[in-house]
């Protein structure tokens, strides 16, 4: 069955060529698909025109009758005094106002058994259970704990909360309302990286249709079945996740380049053979023309072939500065919190020349805040930190600023990196500003461009301790893969905070995890401190296998009454510690580890349970 269908689809806008140009394609039921392209393309464009917030100019889509379509694109308008808590709840109204007219019947059915009234209560009770009714309260809980919604955030008004935070919340109300098909727009942009794997998770299971438009290629290439490339307004199809996007378009790329210069081949041998026929004509045979004039008409058509065009790689690269020691940074002791909550403490960390190292943590740990103490942009509460002497950093922030807004991109560089304008022109070039762009004032620029222009400052510099906070956040796939052939080439030291498992995984040869306030330095990729972490999961089982109380057994010599009692006592302990572990799965609903530990848990409390009872049955 087909969910979705878009035919010749065309939108433009007041100037310029139309952003989508003659769109074409289906999506089926249960199908997840990736839309790719770079920033600007039209792939925001195409979901508001799917879910009827914009008018094309011209084509057809077609929604199939009865499916629910949600977006998160733009946060909706809520009652100023509503809470996150409220958002959430507002999934269900539709549950609620059953439940309310349930209730209704309830009362009326006290002074009136008629079987008409009877009859639309039970319609009403079997739609409430189907649709979920019993279970809101735990749906909302294993989602906001999955998507790092805690309680303190449920409880804010929804105005405090930051634009990342209310995308969260948007996207956490859009899952429980239970929609038919979900159109995704950068659903992991603040999401840490056990949110975005519990997202990954979710879609799997997903039995609807998801279109999702990503930069995370980790998440891509594990949630997308299909992906949709937006080129220069037209759409091409790809049948698989984002690594088999990339490989084929690469195998397209070849194929169409060879069969260009093939034709080119051609197009020469034609225009040497027509030249020559043309002469013989002259000669005498003026039957040549004609097929002269055959050739030349295939000729035309040879010539209207456009030479493939292949994206264009970043030409700059960091410009690695005289190092004469191996100590980058020490750290000693170093210790921060505010208020009552410790971020760390007793930080004792050094780095040495060449080392990369990954950040990693769940948002709000204070990994920014740590990198701003290395800056000295934040005094610590207890340590100190040294960076050798011949260390020269550089710093990537979260959020750039520069030091005036209003001037252009190349006024900036001139100004801020005190290059020539040439030099500004080709540095900025290299990171895609052409043209007329560089004399966009810096104001206007998205928060990717802002972050691409201070990385093409950075490069300028001489360095050999490369910071970056979030690099990757806000720059579109193209970009990032810029970002990733700059730094390949760079041999220093580097330290950077990401949630990007594909930049993490390409870059880090040491790990560093922040969690609860704790440290753990692993030396080695990511993928190997992700097996670490499997086993060391599964060495804590195991643990807490062993620490297991044995099957309380009746002491010997004690009368059949103290035995009984004391088998109710311990059977009493067990039940309650058995609803606790219950209630415990129910709030890590989302969390597979934790849920996993418990659910082994309440089977042993379980087995415990059943043999208390036996007992009880003997001595009784």
Known sequence: MIDISVRELVKGFAQGENILN???????????????????????????????ELLPDSGKISIASGRRLGLISQIPV??????????????????YAIEEKLNTLAERM???????????????????????????????????????????MRAQPFESLSGGEKTRVNLARLILEDTDILLLDEPTNHLDLRATEWLEEYLLHFKGTVLVISHDRYFLDRVVQRSIDLTH????FFSGNYSFYVVERQRRFDEQLKQYEKDQAKLKQLAEAAAKLHLWAFMGNDKLHKRAFSMEKRMEKLAQTERPAAERKLKAQFKAGEFRADEVLVTDGLTKGYGERVLFHDLTLSVTGGERIALIGDNGTGKSTFLKLLMCEVTPDAGWVRRGPTVRTAYLPQIVRFQDDTRSMVDTMLYECKCTPQDARDRLAAFGFQGEDVFKPVSALSGGERSRLKLCMLMGSEINFLILDEPTNH??????????????DYDEALLFVSHDRYFIEKFATRIWALEDGEFTDFRGTFEAYRAFRARQAVREQAEKKVERKKEPRPKRGASPEKQLQRIEREIEKTEARLNE???????????????????????AVQAELDALYEQWEALS
Request: contains cysteine; aromatic residues 8%.
């Open 78 to 95: 809520y009652p100023a005094d509503w809470t996150t808590e409220d958002v959430l709840r507002d999934a269900h109204r539709a549950l």
């Open 581 to 603: 572990l219950q209630s415990a799965c129910e709030t890590y609903a989302t969390d597979y580890q934790k849920l996993m530990e418990l659910t082994e848990e309440s089977e």
């Open 475 to 488: 720059l579109d796939i193209a970009s990032r893969e810029w970002m990733e052939d700059a730094l390949t």
């Open 110 to 152: 006290a002074s009136d058994d008629s079987p008409a009234l009877l009859q639309e209560y039970d319609r009403l009770q079997e739609a409430f259970r189907a649709r979920g009714g019993y279970d809101t309260e735990f749906e909302r809980n294993r989602v906001a704990n999955g998507l790092d919604i805690p309680m303190e």
């Open 22 to 52: 003659g769109v074409t394609f289906d999506v089926n039921t249960g199908e997840r698909i990736g839309i790719l392209g770079r920033n600007g393309c039209g792939k925001t464009t195409l979901f508001r025109l799917l879910c009827g």
């Open 233 to 236: 307004g037209t759409a091409e």
